[in-house]
Every structure is written in structure tokens, then in C-alpha cells.
Nanobody
Framework: QVQLVESGGGLAQPGGSLRLSCAAS????????MSWARQAPGKGLEWVSG????????YYADSVKGRFTISRDNAKNTLYLQMNSLKPEDTALYYC?????????????WGQGTQVTVSS
């Protein structure tokens, strides 16, 4: 069965960095586009970033553009999200997702999430 397991969340100071990882199994990882999404306390799900199956193209929400970088290693079946210049408003539960496009409506599998807290 499809499994997506996120790791790498934690507490960071404003201006700091974190790197999230997502280990995928149960499907041919290199054949699927992947995304990251997040849910801040009291808010709805927000799509954050996406990457094509071969890593040739990446996409970002305006709120993270220039600060976050999505990447993947198809040999390791792993998706990454490098988050730099973190802001308190980046505090959220971050989800890895298998998606057919760049919207949460196009996600067909979700991970369990990893918490990111940005605070001094």
C-alpha cells in the first residue's frame, strides 16, 4: 500500500532553516508528481510546493517562493523540502502528498504530517 512518512520537523527560530524529508513506498515513486502542503493552527490546508516526477520542474505558492526549495531523489524514493528564512507564519503541520497537479484537490495520498514551529 502507498505510504508517505515525513520527518525533519521541529522548532526553528525566525530566519532559521529546516529540511523536511518524505520517504515514499508502495508505488513507483519516479512515476508521480509530488507535493508539500501545510495546515496552520485554525486554518485550512494550503498547497505549498510541487515537483514533476523527474524533478524537471518545480512550483511554489507565493507565500514561500524564494525561501523554500523542493527536490527529490528518485533513487532513494524520497522527497525533500528545504525551508530557509523561516517566519512565524510558516508554523504548521506539513504534509507530503502524491498529487496529479498543483492543488490539494488533486492529491490522492497524504502522509501523516510533521510539525514545524517557528518561534523565538
Amino acid at each position: 500500500q502507498v505510504q508517505l512518512v515525513e520527518s525533519g520537523g521541529g522548532l526553528a527560530q525566525p530566519g532559521g532553516s529546516l529540511r523536511l524529508s518524505c520517504a515514499a513506498s508502495g508505488f513507483t515513486f519516479s512515476s508521480y508528481a509530488m507535493s508539500w502542503a501545510r495546515q496552520a493552527p485554525g486554518k485550512g490546508l494550503e498547497w505549498v510546493s510541487g515537483i514533476y516526477s523527474d524533478g524537471s520542474d518545480t512550483y511554489y505558492a507565493d507565500s514561500v517562493k524564494g525561501r523554500f526549495t523542493i527536490s527529490r531523489d528518485n533513487a532513494k524514493n524520497t522527497l525533500y523540502l528545504q525551508m530557509n528564512s523561516l517566519k512565524p507564519e510558516d508554523t504548521a503541520l506539513y504534509y507530503c502528498a502524491r498529487s496529479r497537479g498543483w492543488s490539494i484537490r488533486l492529491v490522492d495520498y497524504w502522509g501523516q504530517g510533521t510539525q514545524v514551529t517557528v518561534s523565538s
